[in-house]
T-cell receptor, first 116, second 112 residues
């Protein structure tokens, strides 16, 4: 089992809904990430939090809103999504600054999101 | 702009055979080269990683070969097993950068 836990595993939402994805890790990692992965494609970076501060936003549309309540938790708030936003959303964590992506990324198993 | 090019897109190998996946990169600032393995319905998991100061790294049946002058690196899976059937992603980054540049992925199927 992965050390990064994501809930829910599956989510179906309409274009007018508001939902949230949750991610939790207890490895003491200080960097947390959201990735989006389409079928048969590599993960695409969306956001990076370092020490609970937003460090990177890869020009993600505002209908995706990340939140890092503490060093162990990461949320992704979803609102007014489009069908093309359907994908696997992966959370990951790694050790803090100075190691960045050079330290192994630990991925969760993702939330399979379907927007109808 | 794809910074890491990966080939082949897919490969089929018989049980006990050798699987070889190749990657090439452009950015000479990259100094960290991990490989991730992803099974259907799961997140990617780090398989093995290499730094450019070594030319080869072996962990069990998995070996990374690295050619700094050619800006290429490859993954060899020796004695391939059906349980190795998965998608493999090479990646590259600067050690202190949060951004990983992933290759497009290779789907490996090992026939029993």
């Amino acid at each position: 089992d992965t050390e990064v836990t994501q809930t829910p595993k599956h989510l179906v939402m309409g274009m007018t809904n508001k939902k949230s994805l949750k991610c939790e890790q207890h490895m003491g990692h200080r960097a947390m990430y959201w990735y989006k992965q389409k079928a048969k494609k590599p993960p695409e970076l969306m956001f990076v939090y370092s020490y609970e501060k937003l460090s990177i936003n890869e020009s993600v549309p505002s209908r995706f809103s990340p939140e890092c309540p503490n060093s162990s938790l990461l949320n992704l708030h979803l609102h007014a999504l489009q069908p093309e936003d359907s994908a696997l959303y992966l959370c990951a964590s790694s050790q803090g600054p100075g190691q960045g992506a050079g330290s192994p990324l630990h991925f969760g198993n993702g939330t399979r999101l379907t927007v109808t | 702009q794809q910074q890491v090019k990966q080939s082949p897109q897919s490969l089929i190998v018989q049980k006990g055979g050798i699987s070889i996946i190749n990657c090439a990169y452009e950015n000479t600032a990259f100094d960290y080269f991990p490989w991730y393995q992803q099974f259907p319905g799961k997140g990617p998991a780090l398989l093995i990683a290499i730094r450019p100061d070594v030319s080869e790294k072996k962990e069990g049946r998995f070996t990374i070969s690295f050619n700094k002058s050619a800006k290429q690196f490859s993954l060899h899976i020796m004695d391939s097993q059906p349980g190795d059937s998965a998608t493999y992603f090479c990646a590259a980054s600067h050690l202190n950068d949060y951004k990983l540049s992933f290759g497009a992925g290779t789907t490996v199927t090992v026939r029993a």
